[in-house]
C-alpha cells in the first residue's frame, strides 16, 4: 500500500482544481442559457456601442464571479479517513459534512476529462449503495495520491482491487479500432437517420420562415412545386439523399462508440473487474463481483454474424432507476470465450444453461396480438381522420405482415430458466436480452394477476432487485406460486452478503 500520503488529517485537492470547477461552472451555466446566447449573438450587430460595452461588462463580471465561486468551493472542499469512515467538509454559504462507511462504498473510479487531461488531474468518483447520483466527487487529484486515496479506501472497503497490473497478464476484453468499427456497424442507425431526417426538416421549415419575412414566399411556392415535379419523374435525388444520410449515421455511430470505449480493456482478477476505456473523457471502474446484482448480455442478427455480444453489468440503484444510466456499466465487443469466462467467474451456470426454456402462456401472445392491432387500427383512424385519403389503407398490406412478424420474435425470445439458485430471464423484439439473477439479491417479489388473466389461469411475476425490475409475464399460476415460494425460501434462508 503506498503511505506516501497521509489521509487521516484533512486535506485539498490540487490547486489545479480550480480550473476544472471554474471551467465545469461556465459549461453549466452555457448549457441553461445557450438559447439567451443566441439571441445576444443573433442580434448583437443591433447594438449600440453603449449597449455594446455594457454587455461585455456584465459577461466579465459573470465570468469573475464564478471564478470567485470556483476558489471559495475549492478552499472549502476538503476530505480526510477517520473510523473507517470517508469525510467529506464542503459548501460556501451552506456547510455541509458527509460522512461515508466504508462498507457502503461500492465503486471507486477514475476519470479525466480533456481538460484534465491537459492539466495532468484526475477526478475521483465515491458511489455508494443506492445513491442517485456520485455521492463525492474529487475533481482534481494528481496521479499519485488519487492511486493511493483509490487503494486506501478500496482495500479498507474490501474491494481487493490491485492498481498495478502484472504487464505479463493478458487482458480479458481488449478492443482495438478494427473491433470499435464492428460495434458500431451494431448500433441502432435507424434512430441517428430519424435524427438528422428532424434536423434537414426543420432546416427547410426554418427557409420558409426567412423567406416568408423577405416577401418572397410566392418564389418558393414556385421553386417547391418544381421541384416535386422534378422529384416526381425521378427518385435519383431522393436515393443519393437517403444514402447521404445513412452514411451520416453510420459515422455517427462510429465516432459515439469511438470515443465513449476507446481502449476498451477489461481484467479479471479474483474477485473483481477493472475496466478502463474512453477518449476525451477516461474513466476506469474496478467493479467489484460481489456488488453485482445481475448481468445482461445482448445481441442481435448483425452482432451474431459479427460473432460479438455485449455485457452490461447492473449494479445498486436507487428508486429512481432512470437516472442511473451511468453505474449499467457495459462491456462491448465481447467474444463467445469470453463471456463465458465472465459468467463463469461470476455464476455457477451449467446446471441453468443445461436447463430447459419455459414459455408463457399463450395468453402472452394473444394479448400482444390485442394491444398491438388495436393500436395499429386506431392510428389508421387518425391519419384517415386527417387526410380523408382511403389510400392509406393500402398500406396495411405491408403493415400488418411486419407486425405480425414482430410480435412472434417477441413471443418467441420470452422464456425463463430457473433452478435452486439461479434464474434466467430472456426478453427482446429485435435484439436478445439474456438476464442472468442469482435468487438470493431478489429483495422483493410480487406475483400479479388481472381478470383477464385470472380467468386463463395465468399470472405475472415481478422480481425486484436492487439494480430494477425483472418481469416473467403471463406464466402458468401453478408455476408462478412455485417460483414465488421457492424465491422467498431462498432469500430468507441466504446468509450470503450481496452489497
Same mark, same amino acid.
Given at each position: 500500500?503506498?503511505?506516501?500520503?497521509?489521509?487521516?488529517?484533512?486535506?485539498?485537492?490540487?490547486?489545479?482544481? /480550480?480550473?476544472?470547477?471554474? =471551467?465545469? @461552472?461556465?459549461?453549466?451555466?452555457?448549457?441553461?442559457?445557450?438559447?439567451?446566447?443566441?439571441?445576444?449573438?443573433?442580434?448583437?450587430?443591433?447594438?449600440?456601442?453603449?449597449?455594446?460595452?455594457?454587455?461585455?461588462?456584465?459577461?466579465?463580471?459573470?465570468?469573475?464571479?464564478?471564478?470567485?465561486?470556483?476558489?471559495?468551493?475549492?478552499?472549502?472542499?476538503?476530505?480526510?479517513?477517520?473510523?473507517?469512515?470517508?469525510?467529506?467538509?464542503? *459548501?460556501?454559504?451552506?456547510?455541509?459534512?458527509?460522512?461515508?462507511?466504508?462498507?457502503?462504498?461500492?465503486?471507486?473510479?477514475?476519470?479525466?476529462?480533456? =481538460?484534465?487531461? +491537459?492539466?495532468?488531474?484526475?477526478?475521483?468518483?465515491?458511489?455508494?449503495?443506492?445513491?442517485?447520483?456520485?455521492?463525492?466527487?474529487?475533481?482534481?487529484?494528481?496521479?499519485?495520491?488519487?492511486?493511493?486515496?483509490?487503494?486506501?479506501?478500496?482495500?479498507?472497503?474490501?474491494?481487493?482491487?490491485?492498481?498495478? =497490473?502484472?504487464?505479463?497478464?493478458?487482458?480479458?476484453?481488449?478492443?482495438?479500432?478494427?473491433?470499435?468499427?464492428?460495434?458500431? @456497424?451494431?448500433?441502432?442507425?435507424?434512430?441517428?437517420?430519424?435524427?438528422?431526417?428532424?434536423?434537414?426538416? *426543420?432546416?427547410?421549415?426554418?427557409?420558409?420562415? =426567412?423567406?416568408?419575412?423577405? *416577401?418572397?414566399?410566392?418564389?418558393?411556392?414556385?421553386?417547391?412545386?418544381?421541384?416535386?415535379?422534378?422529384?416526381?419523374?425521378? %427518385?435519383?435525388? /431522393?436515393?443519393?439523399?437517403?444514402?447521404?444520410?445513412?452514411?451520416?449515421?453510420l459515422l455517427s455511430s462510429f465516432v459515439k462508440v469511438f470515443l465513449v470505449h476507446f481502449n476498451l480493456t477489461a481484467y479479471l482478477t479474483d474477485d473483481s473487474f477493472e475496466i478502463s476505456q474512453g477518449?476525451?473523457?477516461?474513466?476506469?471502474?474496478?467493479?467489484?463481483?460481489?456488488?453485482?446484482?445481475?448481468?445482461?448480455?445482448?445481441?442481435?442478427?448483425?452482432?451474431?454474424? /459479427?460473432?460479438?455480444?455485449? +455485457?452490461?453489468?447492473?449494479?445498486?440503484?436507487?428508486?429512481?432507476?432512470?437516472?442511473?444510466?451511468?453505474?449499467?456499466?457495459?462491456?462491448?465487443?465481447?467474444?463467445?470465450?469470453?463471456?463465458?469466462?465472465?459468467?463463469?467467474?461470476?455464476?455457477?451456470?451449467?446446471?441453468?444453461?443445461?436447463?430447459?426454456?419455459?414459455?408463457?402462456?399463450?395468453?402472452?401472445?394473444?394479448?400482444?396480438?390485442?394491444?398491438?392491432?388495436? !393500436?395499429?387500427?386506431?392510428?389508421?383512424?387518425?391519419?384517415?381522420?386527417?387526410?380523408?385519403?382511403?389510400?392509406? %389503407?393500402?398500406?396495411? +398490406?405491408?403493415?400488418?405482415?411486419?407486425?405480425? %412478424?414482430?410480435?412472434?420474435?417477441?413471443?418467441?425470445?420470452?422464456?425463463?430458466?430457473?433452478?435452486?439458485?439461479?434464474?434466467?430471464?430472456?426478453?427482446?423484439?429485435?435484439?436478445?436480452?439474456?438476464?442472468?439473477?442469482? /435468487?438470493?439479491?431478489?429483495?422483493?417479489?410480487?406475483?400479479?394477476?388481472?381478470? !383477464?388473466?385470472?380467468?386463463?389461469?395465468?399470472?405475472?411475476?415481478?422480481?425486484?432487485?436492487?439494480?430494477?425490475?425483472?418481469?416473467?409475464?403471463?406464466?402458468? %399460476?401453478?408455476?408462478?406460486?412455485?417460483?414465488?415460494?421457492?424465491?422467498?425460501?431462498?432469500?430468507?434462508?441466504?446468509?450470503?452478503?450481496?452489497?
Amino acid at each position: 500500500m503506498n503511505n506516501s500520503f497521509d489521509f487521516s488529517n484533512f486535506s485539498r485537492q490540487s490547486p489545479k482544481g /480550480i480550473l476544472v470547477i471554474y =471551467i465545469h @461552472l461556465i459549461y453549466k451555466l452555457i448549457k441553461v442559457s445557450w438559447l439567451l446566447l443566441l439571441l445576444l449573438i443573433k442580434d448583437f450587430s443591433k447594438l449600440s456601442n453603449l449597449g455594446a460595452n455594457y454587455l461585455y461588462l456584465s459577461l466579465t463580471l459573470l465570468l469573475l464571479l464564478l471564478l470567485a465561486r470556483a476558489y471559495l468551493t475549492y478552499k472549502n472542499f476538503q476530505f480526510k479517513i477517520a473510523n473507517e469512515h470517508f469525510i467529506l467538509k464542503q *459548501g460556501i454559504l451552506k456547510k455541509t459534512n458527509t460522512s461515508i462507511p466504508f462498507h457502503r462504498i461500492q465503486n471507486i473510479n477514475f476519470k479525466q476529462n480533456i =481538460i484534465q487531461q +491537459i492539466i495532468g488531474v484526475f477526478e475521483v468518483s465515491i458511489e455508494t449503495a443506492g445513491s442517485k447520483d456520485t455521492e463525492i466527487a474529487i475533481k482534481a487529484l494528481p496521479l499519485l495520491k488519487a492511486e493511493a486515496l483509490k487503494e486506501f479506501v478500496s482495500k479498507k472497503a474490501q474491494f481487493g482491487a490491485t492498481e498495478i =497490473i502484472d504487464s505479463d497478464k493478458k487482458p480479458l476484453v481488449k478492443i482495438g479500432v478494427k473491433e470499435l468499427l464492428k460495434v458500431s @456497424l451494431t448500433e441502432n442507425h435507424l434512430q441517428n437517420l430519424m435524427i438528422f431526417l428532424a434536423i434537414i426538416i *426543420g432546416f427547410f421549415q426554418q427557409i420558409e420562415q =426567412i423567406v416568408g419575412s423577405l *416577401g418572397r414566399t410566392e418564389a418558393l411556392d414556385g421553386l417547391i412545386v418544381e421541384s416535386k415535379n422534378a422529384l416526381s419523374a425521378s %427518385f435519383f435525388f /431522393i436515393l443519393i439523399l437517403f444514402i447521404f444520410l445513412t452514411i451520416v449515421a453510420l459515422l455517427s455511430s462510429f465516432v459515439k462508440v469511438f470515443l465513449v470505449h476507446f481502449n476498451l480493456t477489461a481484467y479479471l482478477t479474483d474477485d473483481s473487474f477493472e475496466i478502463s476505456q474512453g477518449l476525451f473523457t477516461k474513466k476506469s471502474i474496478v467493479l467489484k463481483k460481489q456488488k453485482i446484482q445481475n448481468i445482461t448480455i445482448s445481441t442481435n442478427p448483425l452482432k451474431k454474424l /459479427i460473432g460479438i455480444s455485449f +455485457i452490461t453489468f447492473k449494479q445498486v440503484l436507487s428508486g429512481r432507476v432512470n437516472v442511473k444510466k451511468d453505474k449499467l456499466i457495459r462491456l462491448v465487443g465481447c467474444k463467445k470465450a469470453q463471456i463465458a469466462s465472465i459468467k463463469a467467474s461470476l455464476f455457477n451456470v451449467t446446471e441453468l444453461e443445461n436447463g430447459e426454456r419455459k414459455y408463457p402462456n399463450s395468453y402472452y401472445k394473444r394479448r400482444i396480438f390485442t394491444f398491438s392491432f388495436l !393500436f395499429t387500427i386506431g392510428m389508421y383512424a387518425v391519419l384517415f381522420l386527417i387526410s380523408s385519403q382511403v389510400e392509406i %389503407f393500402y398500406s396495411t +398490406i405491408l403493415v400488418f405482415p411486419i407486425i405480425t %412478424f414482430l410480435v412472434l420474435k417477441k413471443v418467441k425470445k420470452r422464456f425463463y430458466k430457473i433452478t435452486d439458485t439461479m434464474l434466467l430471464v430472456g426478453s427482446g423484439l429485435l435484439e436478445t436480452h439474456l438476464t442472468y439473477l442469482e /435468487i438470493f439479491k431478489v429483495q422483493n417479489i410480487k406475483m400479479k394477476q388481472t381478470f !383477464f388473466q385470472k380467468k386463463s389461469d395465468v399470472a405475472d411475476i415481478v422480481l425486484q432487485t436492487a439494480s430494477g425490475k425483472i418481469n416473467i409475464p403471463c406464466i402458468r %399460476f401453478e408455476d408462478a406460486i412455485k417460483i414465488y415460494n421457492h424465491t422467498l425460501y431462498k432469500v430468507e434462508n441466504s446468509k450470503t452478503s450481496w452489497m
